[in-house]
């Protein structure tokens, strides 16, 4: 609010009283304010009015004279109507500030919130990356057993477990010897069962585990996975031969077999509770059905079978001792079970050292 504008060719005061018409009227009496008047203008409206009518002390009216006779300013008059705006636009401007302070405080905190979620962000993309590193890590770790398990299988895929074949007797038999002997016990049990295979279609015979009570099973390597299906196929013939002590089964890691004996848990657990009225008419139950290494869940009307000869065994296959009675009546459910978890309990214990595959020779 400047308090002399330039064009006004009146100054902030007037003395003399000269008449004009009224182009500068009063703001009290309506008459015009003469140019040599003594009259004040509002600093904020640029109206005149007359000192005398607006009851302008006169001490007021000379230092507003005196200021503007020496160039100088800092105090100015405003009519009531402009005091009053001014009040009001003071009230305004002060709400505004209040207004313009809370945007502000509230853009601050909502930029220390952003800085905030900005960090959190970080630390979540942050433990999502270690978190995709311990996936792969684990993905990786997965693939190597998945990998080395089916490499496993594939080693065991041509050999045959055989149980309750003799050792060689004598004393301290050399290694070479104890090899032959089983070998040839081997052959022998080959020719029983009509096999039609010699030395060179076995690729080697080892004894697994430690010395036992009874003799240790032996792992037969073949050359070809057709001759020990074949062998396996075969093997309940094994009764009508002088072997009847000895039993065949596949060589499972100890994957396999822990796969075949949950499905034989399962396929009870279904029979207990997940056969319907039908199923009970039709007299049809769950069943692990299949060859050692190759069972599969099934519902059948098949009467529970007698146990071929290579499944009776149903024991791990490197236990060190072979049930030698196989054609003892079935055992009752608790039995397998108990069983089942003994053996299981000793195979673990000696996993490392039985159940390592053949090497070759
Ligand atoms: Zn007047
Ligand atoms: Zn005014």
């Known amino acids: 609010m400047t308090a002399l504008p330039s064009s006004q060719t009146q100054s902030l005061t007037q003395t003399s009283q000269k008449p004009t018409k009224a182009k500068f009227p009063c703001l009290r009496c309506k008459k015009n304010v003469a140019k040599n008047s003594k009259s004040v203008k509002c600093n904020i409206c640029q109206n005149w009015v007359h000192v005398e009518c607006e009851g302008m002390p006169a001490e007021f009216y000379n230092l507003l004279a005196n200021q503007e006779k020496y160039g100088m300013s800092g105090v100015y008059w405003n009519c009531a109507a402009c005091q009053t705006s001014a009040a009001k636009i003071t009230e305004m401007m002060g709400q505004y500030e209040n207004r313009v302070k809370e945007v502000e405080d509230r853009m601050t905190a ?56 003799a050792e060689i007797g004598g004393e301290n038999p050399t290694g070479g010897e104890r090899r032959d002997w089983d070998r040839k016990e081997c052959l ?16 080697f015979t ?21 001759d020990r299906d074949r062998l396996l196929r075969r093997a309940r013939d094994l009764d009508k031969t002088k072997f009847k002590e000895v039993s065949i089964c596949a060589d499972l890691t100890w994957k396999q077999r822990t796969e075949e004996a949950d499905m034989a848990k399962e396929a009870a657990r279904r029979n207990e509770k997940e056969l319907t009225e ?21 519902k059948t009307a098949a009467r529970p079978q007698q146990e071929p000869r290579t499944r009776q065994s149903d024991w791990s296959g490197r236990d060190r001792n072979p049930p030698r009675n196989n054609r003892s009546p079935r055992r009752t459910n608790d039995q397998e079970e108990q069983r089942r978890g003994l053996r299981r309990a000793r195979s ?11 090497s070759k020779k």
């Not at 057993?145 to 149980?163: G, S, V």
């Not at 039908?278 to 869940?297: F, I, P, Y």
């Not at 996993?351 to 390592?356: G, K």
């Open 278 to 298: 039908e199923d009970k008419t039709k007299n049809l139950h769950w069943a692990a059905v299949g060859a050692k290494g190759q069972k599969r869940l099934v």
């Open 110 to 165: 909502g930029e220390a919130e952003i800085k905030q979620m900005g960090k959190e962000v970080k630390k979540v993309v942050e433990s999502l990356h270690d978190r995709d590193d311990k996936i792969d890590q684990k993905l990786q770790k997965a693939e190597k057993c998945i990998y080395e398990e089916l490499k496993q299988r594939d080693t065991r895929r041509a050999n045959a477990i055989m149980h309750g074949v």
């Open 206 to 226: 080892r004894r697994l585990g430690d010395k036992p009570h009874g003799p240790r099973p032996l792992c037969v390597g073949f050359y070809s996975d057709a």
């Open 188 to 203: 022998a049990i080959l020719e029983a069962l009509r096999m039609g295979l010699d030395d060179r279609d076995i690729k």
């Open 348 to 358: 673990e214990n000696s996993q490392e050292r039985v159940n390592s595959p053949p």
